[in-house]
């Protein structure tokens, strides 16, 4: 079976409803965590900032383009150049990350795929 054939994340984690757990599971952690919170320019709504992770984690992993269509080319290091992102707080949001993927994902296989990513992503978001 080559590459082209085999199914996409998204499909493999059951489409849309998974990121959106994956982003609310996230949130649920970022809520608890006040110097990351504070990054966040409404942390007492973060309704919004949840959607958007989703949106965008399902496109990125072969879902419908929503987030595209809806806020352009996902552009993520301009989007976050206005926040302060050092070691620390990349490290924080990892942690967060992390502990959304324990609790939602069973699959090691799919963790380590989707950890990978995450890793490579909050490196290049940091900044400072």
């Given at each position: 079976?080559?590459?082209?054939?085999?199914?996409?994340?998204?499909?493999?984690?059951?489409?849309?409803?998974?990121?959106?757990?994956?982003?609310?599971?996230?949130?649920?952690?970022?809520r608890?965590?006040p110097?990351?919170?504070?990054?966040?320019?409404?942390?007492?709504?973060?309704?919004?900032?949840?959607?958007?992770?989703?949106?965008?984690?399902?496109?990125?992993?072969?879902?419908?383009?929503?987030?595209?269509?809806?806020?352009?080319?996902?552009?993520?290091?301009?989007?976050?150049?206005?926040?302060a992102?050092?070691?620390?707080?990349?490290?924080?949001?990892?942690?967060?990350?992390?502990?959304?993927?324990?609790?939602?994902?069973?699959?090691?296989?799919?963790?380590?795929?989707?950890?990978?990513?995450?890793?490579?992503?909050?490196?290049?978001?940091?900044?400072?």
């Open positions: 079976m080559s590459d082209s054939a085999q199914p996409s994340l998204f499909e493999r984690v059951g489409g849309q409803a998974f990121f959106e757990q994956l982003a609310a599971q996230f949130y649920v952690s970022v608890t965590d110097v990351l919170l504070a990054l966040y320019p409404e942390p007492d709504d973060l309704a919004g900032a949840e959607r958007r992770l989703a949106l965008f984690l399902t496109q990125y992993w072969g879902g419908p383009t929503t987030y595209s269509d809806e806020r352009g080319h996902p552009r993520l290091r301009m989007r976050h150049a206005p926040y992102i050092d070691d620390g707080m990349r490290d924080r949001w990892m942690t967060h990350m992390t502990k959304a993927l324990q609790v939602c994902v069973s699959s090691p296989e799919i963790v380590a795929e989707m950890h990978d990513y995450f890793v490579r992503a909050a490196d290049h978001m940091r900044n400072v």
